[in-house]
């Protein structure tokens, strides 16, 4: 146990674990994305979709927590790797080189620290205003629950909230798309042409990911919550 201990807390180790947990949070962004795209069903489709989550007691709260250590560890091994590579080296490289064929330096690589640290705001932020921010009750099957869906619409007609969100999953297509990747590498499927196709699947991954989260509060917001694919 010690052994394996020491060996979870070496870079490699941390490397592959932050592989594992974003791996795990790609597939929540998946489920997450088919719940929100929801709001373009029925003028009950949202509302019911976010009460049968809310239905599951108990179990819903087990969800949230595994997501909760599952985010906070990712957090966590990313910032430790990074204050790792700054100590290794705290003066940077004045040039990126690489010995073993073409750099998979980028932009996105540079940045992970930074869109990591935005995104952990953004989702305290969104946290709050969804999940704990007020809102009416509406009669769904003979029970009263929250009219997550009229919350949702008002939000996304300011302008100061549409366009922050927009800009964050702006920078989180940066940080998601090098993560696939990175995330499969760290878990040793890096050889060859087929790094090369992870990472052209990874970018794309994370574009179309992110263009289904931004399309519902541009939508929203530039048809003023009226748009014909929303049903009242």
């Given at each position: 146990?010690?052994?394996?201990?020491?060996?979870?807390?070496s870079q490699v180790g941390r490397k592959v674990m932050t592989g594992i947990t974003g791996v795990g949070l790609m597939f929540f962004l998946i489920g997450h994305l088919l719940g929100n795209l929801t709001i373009f069903g029925s003028p009950e489709a949202f509302n019911i979709y976010t009460k049968k989550l809310e239905s599951l007691g108990p179990l819903l709260y087990l969800i949230e927590a595994g997501l909760a250590?599952?985010?906070?560890?990712?957090?966590?091994?990313?910032?430790?790797?990074w204050r790792n590579k700054k100590k290794a080296r705290p003066g940077g490289y004045k040039k990126y080189q690489s010995k073993?064929?073409?750099?998979h330096q980028s932009l996105a690589s540079k940045s992970m620290i930074y869109t990591g640290i935005i995104i952990f705001v953004f989702l305290i932020i969104h946290l709050i205003?969804?999940?704990?921010?007020?809102?009416?009750?509406v009669m769904l099957e003979g029970e009263q629950a929250r009219d997550l869906r009229a919350l949702v619409l008002d939000k996304f007609q300011n302008p100061l909230y549409?366009?922050?969100?927009?800009?964050?999953?702006?920078?989180f297509i940066f940080h998601l798309s090098h993560g696939f990747w990175s995330a499969f590498t760290s878990l040793g499927m890096?050889?060859?042409d087929f790094s090369k196709k992870m990472q052209m699947a990874a970018?794309?991954?994370?574009?179309?990911?992110?263009?289904g989260f931004i399309f519902i509060p541009l939508y929203i917001y530039?048809?003023?919550g009226q748009g014909s694919l929303i049903a009242y």
């Open positions: 146990m010690p052994s394996f201990l020491k060996a979870l807390n250590f599952f985010f906070l560890y990712h957090t966590i091994l990313g910032i430790s790797i073993g064929g073409a750099s205003t969804f999940k704990f921010g007020a809102t009416e009750t549409t366009f922050g969100y927009t800009f964050v999953l702006l920078l890096k050889h060859g970018y794309a991954f994370g574009i179309i990911l992110m263009v530039f048809t003023g």
